[in-house]
């Protein structure tokens, strides 16, 4: 009987740990935005990030934010909107959602879940800054399933998981899906968004200023 009871606990042991090795030694918190989605996270440096973009259809406080899907109408919206990567809503489970930067930026309703922030132009150089030279090899998904070849140095060491999500320009059309990762950040340059851009053929993480009305994905930070 003693043998079986330790057979059991022994057991017990091995399957808490195969489970927590599924997870990334530098694993943070998981979230759950306001829709039920749930985020992994991941600490790099002082900071810790989502590990995958932000799919949520919903400000934090509940409000909807209105998925518009016809292109006239999205060129000219001046308030909050998503969209999915070619109105195509089974895309999000796997490169979330595109949002302008009214949305990304919106200072009363919130985008991110409680305990987080759309990430600042800030927030992405203390990252970039951390991980010095090849930032972007660093933080992008490695291999071609998502990304076009050739991928270039993509180590994704950090488990950041970056994925070229795309975009919906100025003109409301789709596209550079596989080819680029841009990312709103919070910040702005006068009438402008900024921006953080990945591609498949560089490791560098770099920033430009763009129209508000385009769509990019979004990336949260812990508080």
Not at 12 to 30: E, I, L, M, T, V
Not at 114 to 142: F, I, N, P
Not at 167 to 184: E, K, Q
Request: with cysteine.
């Amino acid at each position: 009987m003693m043998l079986g009871i330790l057979m059991i606990l022994q057991s017990g042991c091995k399957k808490s740990s195969s489970s927590s090795s599924n997870q990334p030694s530098n694993a943070g918190p998981d979230v759950t935005d306001v829709d039920g989605n749930v985020y992994h996270s991941v600490i790099i440096g002082t900071q810790t990030w989502m590990s995958s973009n932000l799919m949520t259809t919903k400000y934090r406080n509940g409000i909807s934010i209105p998925n518009v899907t016809d292109s006239a109408q999205w060129v000219g919206l001046t308030t909050g909107a998503y969209c999915n990567y070619n109105n195509e809503a089974s895309l999000a489970a796997t490169y979330g959602r595109l949002y302008n930067w009214y949305a990304a930026a919106d200072s009363v309703n919130f985008i991110a879940p409680a305990g987080w922030h759309v990430a600042t132009d800030a927030d992405w150089t203390t990252l970039t800054t951390y991980l010095g030279s090849s930032a972007g090899g660093k933080l992008k998904e490695t291999g071609t399933t998502h990304w076009d070849s050739p991928n270039s140095g993509a180590t994704n060491a950090t488990n950041f998981t970056a994925l070229p999500g795309a975009d919906r320009s100025y003109i409301g059309v789709f596209h550079n899906m596989g080819i680029y990762g841009f990312w709103w950040t919070s910040s702005h340059s006068g009438t402008n968004g900024i921006d953080r851009i990945m591609v498949n053929t560089s490791v560098n993480v770099s920033s430009i200023d763009y129209q508000m009305n385009i769509g990019f994905s979004v990336r949260c930070v812990k508080n």
